[in-house]
Each structure stands twice: as structure tokens, then as C-alpha cells.
């Protein structure tokens, strides 16, 4: 494993499998990421790294989706959002009620929510892509290096330890089944604890009181940067 960094930003990278290749698609896997206001430079450059290494990404960009805050208007001038939407990524507008919808959380108020801070809203906003779509959620400061579905076929579902403070768990990068066993247990607990990450104490993501079938990636292959701060 290795580490890069955009700006002061660490990013998560993997380091394991060959290079891409158009006949090495054994099964799809899609991938998420979420952005509240001013996606520009270094959020595009995230998501061309995911096409530049994961195996059918380029045969399939429509499975790389990109939710945006539901007040940003992904056609109005922002020409990065545009480049994305030439790529061939699946741009989208996040409603929270919608995606809610048959979900855990559904008729739940917590979704609709007013956050300040993008990770704040983004972290229930991840929970429910996972639930209603599956695949992969990454954040926006994650680079990709080589093809992430190693992990995926070893795991499961997964998230890692977040390394920076102890006992927590990081939902920078997330994998989830579907509508699976893990993810509606996340949601049940959200809904309850009206919390979503770790940081606020959420049990979810809690090493001792995590779901058990939410399995953790060691952290040095996946964002071992925050190794050497604490």
C-alpha cells in the first residue's frame, strides 16, 4: 500500500491488483460519491483516478454516480460537473425523501435535515445510496490507484479503522451489498440514534459495537497517512 496527497488532503489509495483490463470484469460493482457545494478540480480528478484504474469503469462510466446537494444544478455552469457528465458519470441530484423511500429511514425527518457541513449531511446521505443502489462510497479526497474489487471479493461488505481516533470506524470508503443484512442494520441504528459516523459516536461504527458482518480492511492498505500523526 501506498499513500498520496492532494493538496493537504490524504487520500486512500489500494495497491494490489494488476492493471485494468477490458477482460477482467468478472462482476460490476458501482461506485458513489457525494458533493454539497463548489465541486471543482480535485473532486474531478477523484473520479478520473476511478476511471483510470477500475477494471470496466470506461465500458460502463454510468456506474460511476455522482449525487449532488439537491439545490445544485449540476447544468448551470460549472464546467467540472460538465466534464463528469461527458465522462459519462451518472450525475444526480440528492433528494433525501426520495432515496429514503423504503428504506430504514423512510418518513424518518433526520434525512431532511439541514447540515452546515458537507460531511455531516454526506453521511447519511452515503448510508442511503448504499441501501437503495449498493457498490462502493468513497469520498471526494480519495485517489485511486489500482482496482478496488480484491477487496470486494475478500470482504465483502467493509470499512476500515479509522487510525486517527482510536476505536472508531472511517466511512471515507465503504463497500455495502444492496438492500443487505449490514446496511439495513446501519440504517435501523441510524434511525434510532439519529446519528451516522463514527466521530459523533454513532454504534455503527464503533469497532466494539459495529454490525457483525461489517468487516474491517487493515488500515495500512487503505489510508495508513494518518499512521505517523498519532
Known sequence: GAV???????????????????GNEDFPLRYHAFWQKGFG???????KSLFATQNGVLRHPKSVML?????????????????MRRLGVD???????????????????????????V????????????????????????????DVRPLVRNYGDFAYRWVSRPGRINNAFLHMKKGGATIKELLKRAAVEQKAAGLYGFTGFMIETKPSTLKLVPDDLIDFCWSDRV
Request: proline share 4%; with cysteine.
Open 4 to 22: 498520496l496527497v492532494i493538496g493537504a488532503v490524504c487520500a486512500i489509495v489500494w495497491l494490489i491488483s494488476k492493471a485494468p483490463h477490458p
Open 41 to 47: 478540480r480535485k473532486q474531478a480528478f477523484s473520479i
Open 67 to 83: 449525487w449532488l446537494e439537491s439545490d445544485f444544478e449540476p447544468d448551470t455552469g460549472n464546467v467540472w460537473v460538465q466534464q
Open 91 to 117: 450525475v444526480r441530484q440528492f433528494n433525501a425523501s426520495k432515496e429514503a423511500v423504503g428504506t430504514p429511514l423512510d418518513g424518518n425527518n433526520i434525512v431532511n435535515k439541514k447540515y452546515k457541513s
Open 119 to 146: 460531511s455531516l449531511h454526506s453521511d447519511w446521505a452515503r448510508l442511503l445510496v448504499l441501501y437503495k443502489h449498493g457498490g462502493l462510497y468513497f469520498d471526494l479526497d480519495t485517489l485511486f490507484l489500482k
